[in-house]
């Protein structure tokens, strides 16, 4: 195959990677301020996560320059469509991740991705009501992306001021991950089982009720009931997950793996928000679990990445 087609075949479930990078750059951020020490683990992490966003971005703007038709043919279809929100989700967690070391330029970030986020939920939610082929086997946990990336804006747009904007976008989050759930609910228990591909963004379950947990505490600035519902259901769908890993494990490789990635740094940055509240040693040590799991994942997947890259396994069609 040339290069001209492997640039064509470039999937936009690329920039899961970027997700996957910045969500274990933050969780490595809180863990630091929350142990009391420092390292440039968390410097290394942002540097390498800009170096493959900017790169993304690149080859995907050649790609919508040389290939439009191969841009529309994703923006048309019914499972590749949610993850191109996962671009404006990269800007908003590359806001947070370096908020303290650019703080305006996050600022800049954050409002670019929250725009972007916008457009991207509105474009999506359109192809869903007027749906003339979406059916029950195209339904699958990336779906909750676009959710996921509205209730992120709060993390870091209650800091900046914009606290309505950023109730908005948490309400919004919030409705479409609880429909959104019910229905995945309904396609995994009724109908045929996931493709194996897809298999792996089952792990999405845990992030929704991880990241409304950050944000909503974010919000409120405190835990109540709410927050504790929101934390605990993500920390059981963590565990269930978990039981899934001999399964999931004995997979072959795809893009999708990326997916174990963010769910699990976000319950990590969670779990430290919930002990920076209550203070209980159960709460750190999961924190601290979930840290060396979620960077032992990003490293392998990072491995099997590039292996799949030379060995042309990737941007190929399907």
Not at 52 to 75: H, N, Q, S
């Amino acid at each position: 195959m040339s290069e001209h087609s492997r640039l064509e075949e470039f999937p936009v479930s690329f920039f899961a990677m970027v997700m996957g990078l910045s969500g274990l750059t933050i969780a490595w951020e809180k863990t630091q301020s929350m142990m009391g020490f420092e390292s440039m683990i968390p410097q290394v992490l942002l540097g390498l996560t800009i170096a493959v966003f900017l790169t993304l971005v690149l080859i995907y703007t050649i790609k919508l320059l040389r290939y439009p038709k191969a841009v529309r043919g994703e923006l048309g279809h019914p499972i590749k469509l949610s993850f191109f929100p996962a671009i404006s989700i990269s800007l908003l967690l590359l806001a947070i991740a370096g908020h303290q070391y650019a703080p305006a330029f996050a600022a800049i970030l954050w409002q670019v991705g929250t725009v972007l986020h916008f457009g991207f939920m509105l474009y999506i939610l359109n192809s869903w009501v007027n749906h003339p082929h979406y059916k029950v086997i195209h339904m699958n946990p990336a779906w909750f992306i676009p959710a996921v990336g509205n209730v992120l804006v709060p993390v870091a747009g209650v800091g900046l001021g914009y606290v309505e904007v950023s109730w908005f976008f948490f309400s919004v989050g919030m409705l479409f991950w609880i429909m959104l759930l019910t229905i995945v609910f309904n396609r995994v228990l009724f109908h045929d089982p996931l493709p194996t591909k897809l298999e792996p963004t089952l792990f999405i379950l845990i992030a929704p009720p991880a990241v409304g947990f950050i944000s909503y505490v974010k919000l409120t600035g405190e835990i109540d009931s709410m927050a504790h519902i929101l934390y605990y259901l993500a920390l059981f769908f963590s565990f269930f997950l978990l039981t899934q890993v001999a399964r999931l494990s004995r997979l072959p490789f795809f893009l999708s793996w990326w997916a174990y990635s963010f769910p699990l740094a976000a319950v990590t940055i969670a779990s430290w928000v919930m002990y920076q509240h209550v203070e209980h040693d159960v709460i750190k040590y999961l924190a601290l679990f979930f840290l060396t799991l979620v960077s032992l994942i990003v490293a392998l997947l990072i491995v099997k990445t590039l292996q799949a890259i030379v060995q042309k396994k990737v941007c190929v069609p399907e």
